[in-house]
């Protein structure tokens, strides 16, 4: 074959894949607007209805901090994730795939076991009811478990005063829940017994049966008929208990993480799971620094009664409504992978958390 001839199949080529690509667009562009979905990745839709962990990653991207879903589009379709270059090249040269390389890298995020004094490990802990669902790198990295041994810290209760709360808990994403079996649309319920409020609940009734501290839990649900501006939605209603209980001395919207694997969002404790805690930070608000404080202090406490368990502090380039109060804490209690259970049993341990601040 010529060279002259090679360049014109090449740039027939060339030409055939550019019209397809425009019809392609084309085609779809009418049914994009007409669904009035111009604002979200209209690939990652399309997958989502087929993989729920993909529709929870696609909705809790923040509204006040809308982030480029494109890949997580190329993870899902082609398999190559951007953060992790072994994906790459995976599919180069299939092999790899094969080749365990965790010796290497080390094991950073495997799950931290927090066991008892005079209780031994149990390396081949049975599965619990979600055992369909339990993440691979829980049993690869067995041995790679951390060990640490929880701090007895007494609290001394105060004397319960209902007409003073001193917390606040709200949700600007109420409807989010804990879906560890991954089944579709099980991200997001309006059933309070099953989504984030009830972990809201726990924490309240602890505060003020165990703690005496009172407890406002406010279960407005500000994210439907959508997710968007829901931080607009929620400001309101933050607003207004400011204005009534000047009391209040810490304010928590209560979240769920998304998308985050469970290897990083789980602990052991005497054998029992927990979803670890994080907290978020919006830096573009005027109370950044007192928010941080109260934020950097609960974690501490958590940490010093189970070390490893709070995943710290996470800081986005956002405001979160913090800018309403030098009192606001945003929480996160596991993913969207973790079980209602496994949060509920943290919740207990953030409430000594937020007593052992507030004594």
Do not use: C
Request: glycine share 4%.
């Amino acid at each position: 074959m010529d060279k002259k001839r090679f360049l014109n199949m090449i740039s027939i080529l060339l030409i055939n894949i550019t019209i397809i690509i425009w019809v392609f667009i084309e085609v779809l562009k009418p049914s994009v607007e007409a669904s009035n979905i111009y604002s979200k990745n209209f690939y990652t839709k399309i997958l989502s209805k087929s993989n729920a962990s993909i529709e929870a990653i696609d909705k809790d991207i923040e509204d006040e901090n809308k982030e480029e879903l494109s890949s997580i589009f190329l993870k899902y379709l082609i398999g190559v994730d951007f953060s992790d270059p072994k994906s790459y090249i995976e599919t180069q040269i299939p092999l790899i795939a094969y080749l365990d390389i965790s010796s290497i890298l080390g094991n950073k995020d495997a799950p931290i076991l927090i066991a008892d004094n005079d209780k031994q490990t149990n390396e081949n802990d049975k599965n619990d009811s979600n055992k369909n669902n339990t993440n691979e790198n829980d049993k690869n990295n067995q041995e790679t478990i951390n060990e640490v041994k929880p701090n007895e810290i007494d609290v001394k209760p105060k004397k319960l005063d209902s007409s003073k709360p001193l917390v606040l808990i709200f949700h600007t994403h109420t409807t989010e829940s804990y879906n560890p079996n991954r089944t579709p649309e099980g991200n997001f319920t309006t059933d309070y017994n099953k989504n984030i409020t009830k972990v809201g609940e726990e924490i309240k009734k602890e505060l003020e049966n165990k703690y005496g501290i009172a407890t406002i839990h406010d279960i407005t649900i500000h994210d439907l008929p959508s997710r968007e501006k829901g931080y607009e939605k929620s400001r309101p209603t933050v607003q207004a208990y400011l204005k009534k209980y000047p009391s209040i001395k810490i304010i928590i919207d209560l979240h769920r993480d998304a998308g985050t694997d469970v290897s990083k969002t789980t602990v052991k404790i005497n054998n029992e799971k927990y979803a670890r805690p994080m907290f978020v930070i919006g830096k573009k608000n005027r109370n950044y620094k007192k928010n941080e404080e109260i934020s950097l202090k609960i974690s501490e406490n958590i940490n010093k009664m189970y070390p490893g368990l709070s995943r710290g502090v996470l800081y986005k380039d956002a405001r979160y409504n913090q800018d309403l109060s030098t009192k606001m804490v945003l929480l996160e209690i596991g993913s969207n992978l973790n079980s209602l259970d496994e949060a509920i049993r943290t919740g207990k341990i953030i409430s000594k958390a937020i007593a052992l601040f507030l004594k």
